[in-house]
């Protein structure tokens, strides 16, 4: 199956801008969606598409991509930001119908 | 508003098996797939598979081929994830997800369950 890489931690100055990335072969092919999970608690979905956020997301959320890779951008981050971040795509070899998620990045707000 | 809710917190044998129900509520259920994502004490997501609420079609994470059965009853909205032949890296917390489905193929995951906890151990 395809894989996906991210970055295992970053972090960011209170207001200041962060992008998390997350490349992979996959990406070349499929967009990425991108989750926030905070301790203890289920996934949340913040960005899918080409750069959609669901109802009730801070619009300081937004995607992009690149070749093969895909970045997710909080742009003035919240101390409430401070979570894991996961990207995931469709797997784009053997399992054609397969999803992949990246390994996730923890995200510090200082 | 669109609701997963799991069944409660599992404790099993190794060798055992472990049925985990998720129960949807608010949107009409065959429009869309359930996927299962599991993930283990501080790990990261894992994939396990997904069903089309539609059809019954499955597609299962090649790691888990032959350990696991998805079904969905439509009559009641509910999804059923079993894993067979339980070993102790199973131990994990299990989540079932909405999953966008778009021309037969899957897109995104949109609402989560809360999650239900399997343990393995002797």
């Known amino acids: 199956s395809s894989e996906l890489t991210q970055d295992p931690a970053v972090s960011v100055a209170l207001g200041q801008t962060v992008r998390i990335t997350c490349q992979g072969d996959?990406?070349?092919?499929?967009?990425a969606s991108w989750y926030q999970q905070k301790p203890g608690q289920a996934p949340v979905l913040v960005i899918y598409?080409?750069?959609n956020r669901p109802s009730g997301i801070p619009d300081r959320f937004s995607g992009s991509s690149s070749g093969n890779t895909a970045s997710l951008t909080i742009t003035g981050a919240q101390a409430e930001d401070e979570a894991d971040y996961y990207c995931?795509?469709?797997?784009?070899?053997?399992?054609?119908?397969?999803?992949?998620f990246g390994g996730g990045t923890k995200l510090t707000v200082l | 508003q669109v609701q997963l809710v799991q069944s409660g917190a599992e404790v099993k044998k190794p060798g055992a098996s472990v049925k985990v129900s998720c129960k949807a509520s608010?949107?009409?259920?065959?429009?869309?797939?359930i996927s299962w994502v599991r993930q283990a004490p501080g790990q990261g997501l894992e994939w396990m598979g997904w069903?089309?609420?539609?059809?019954?079609?499955?597609n299962y994470a090649q790691k888990l081929q032959g350990r696991v059965t998805m079904t969905t009853d439509t009559s009641t909205s509910t999804a059923y994830m079993e894993l067979r032949s339980l070993r102790s890296d199973d131990t994990a917390v299990y989540y079932c997800?909405?999953?966008?489905?778009?021309?037969?193929?899957?897109?995104?995951?949109?609402?989560w369950g809360q999650g239900t906890l399997v343990t393995v151990s002797s």
């Open positions: 997800a909405r999953l966008v489905v778009v021309a037969a193929t899957p897109d995104y995951f949109d609402y």
């Open positions: 995931n795509s469709r797997d784009s070899s053997g399992n054609h119908l397969g999803v992949v």
């Open positions: 996959s990406l070349r092919s499929y967009y």
């Open positions: 608010g949107y009409t259920f065959t429009s869309y797939g």
């Open positions: 069903i089309s609420a539609y059809n019954g079609n499955t």
């Open positions: 598409g080409k750069n």
